[in-house]
């Protein structure tokens, strides 16, 4: 089993303020794939904002993240019960699950491990779905600026398992018959300085900063500022991609 890589304990206070939710279309089709809601797992739930959209379907859910800090700041509900554990090793038990969901989480997981958990604990026939997002799209010129800062100034300081979230799960491994899935998009209505709050928890700009002791966000934030007046609301959109599928 591969060692635990924990990129997201600093900042986890920034982090659940400032990353988007998925949208509701996303649960719904999911949820017409299933006839039970007793008990789901959120796996990498970070500040638990699938575990929170679950949770108003389901009996229970079970959020898990490596992260202390960021199940520190997970907001609580009283069907959502938080476990502080790897996904690749739970203490749950067999054929526990009617739904498995892993949002913006699974490139993290060592995959032949986690599967292996996630189909002793499924119920047989539970639905597993992991999913991400590609990078925001704002307008032209704005847009032009983010992909750059992404690619020529952060590029290096990516980790590894960022790939698969770029080539949008296509060559991630998953190990089931893929249910056909459509794309789906995240909409925020964001000040610059939303997006700003998002674009600080970007785990390759804390790297970044790590190795060379410089912050290039300001200089970014700078540019679009040129195109984005302080206080004026646009429209962020964020196109997540899912693989969807069943648990034999």
């Known amino acids: 089993m591969?060692?635990?890589?924990?990129l997201f304990s600093e900042g986890a206070e920034q982090y659940?303020?400032?990353?988007?939710?998925?949208?509701?279309?996303?649960?719904?089709?999911?949820?017409?794939?299933l006839d039970h809601f007793g008990l789901a797992w959120d796996v990498g739930t970070g500040p638990g904002q699938v575990a929170c959209a679950l949770s108003t379907r389901f009996e229970q859910v079970i959020a898990?993240?490596?992260s202390?800090?960021?199940?520190?700041?997970a907001e609580r509900r009283p069907n959502i019960r938080y476990i502080v554990c790897r996904a690749e090793q739970t203490p749950f038990p067999d054929a526990s699950f009617d739904l498995i969901t892993a949002g913006q989480a699974a490139h993290w997981f060592d995959p032949?491990?986690?599967?292996?958990?996630?189909?002793?604990?499924?119920?047989?026939?539970?639905?597993?779905?992991?999913?991400?997002?590609?990078?925001?799209?704002?307008?032209?010129?704005?847009?032009?600026?983010?992909?750059?800062y992404h690619r020529d100034v952060l590029g290096q300081y990516?980790?590894?398992?960022?790939?698969?979230?770029?080539?949008?799960?296509?060559?991630?491994?998953?190990?089931?018959e893929d249910i056909p899935c459509p794309g789906f998009t995240m909409r925020m209505n964001w000040t610059l300085t939303q997006l700003e709050g998002y674009l600080n928890t970007w785990?390759?700009?804390?790297?970044?900063?790590?190795?060379?002791?410089?912050?290039?966000?300001?200089?970014?934030?700078?540019?679009?500022?040129?195109?984005w007046?302080?206080?004026?609301?646009?429209?962020?959109?964020?196109p997540v991609f899912v693989r969807v599928g069943r648990v034999a």
């Not at 591969?2 to 924990?6: E, L, T």
């Not at 292996?116 to 119920?123: C, F, L, N, Q, S």
Request: glycine share 4%.
């Open 229 to 238: 007046p302080a206080g004026e609301v646009h429209e962020v959109r964020f």
């Open 64 to 66: 898990t993240d490596i």
């Open 68 to 73: 202390a800090p960021q199940i520190a700041n």
């Open 2 to 6: 591969q060692p635990v890589k924990d």
């Open 16 to 33: 659940a303020q400032f990353r988007p939710s998925y949208p509701l279309e996303l649960y719904e089709f999911l949820y017409a794939h």
């Open 158 to 176: 990516w980790d590894y398992e960022r790939r698969y979230v770029d080539d949008r799960y296509a060559d991630f491994p998953f190990p089931f």
């Open 203 to 227: 785990s390759a700009l804390r790297n970044y900063r790590r190795q060379t002791g410089r912050d290039p966000l300001p200089a970014l934030i700078a540019h679009i500022a040129e195109h």
């Open 112 to 148: 032949v491990p986690f599967y292996k958990e996630a189909r002793r604990t499924a119920k047989p026939g539970a639905v597993i779905a992991v999913w991400g997002y590609d990078l925001l799209e704002i307008g032209p010129h704005v847009d032009e600026l983010i992909t750059a």
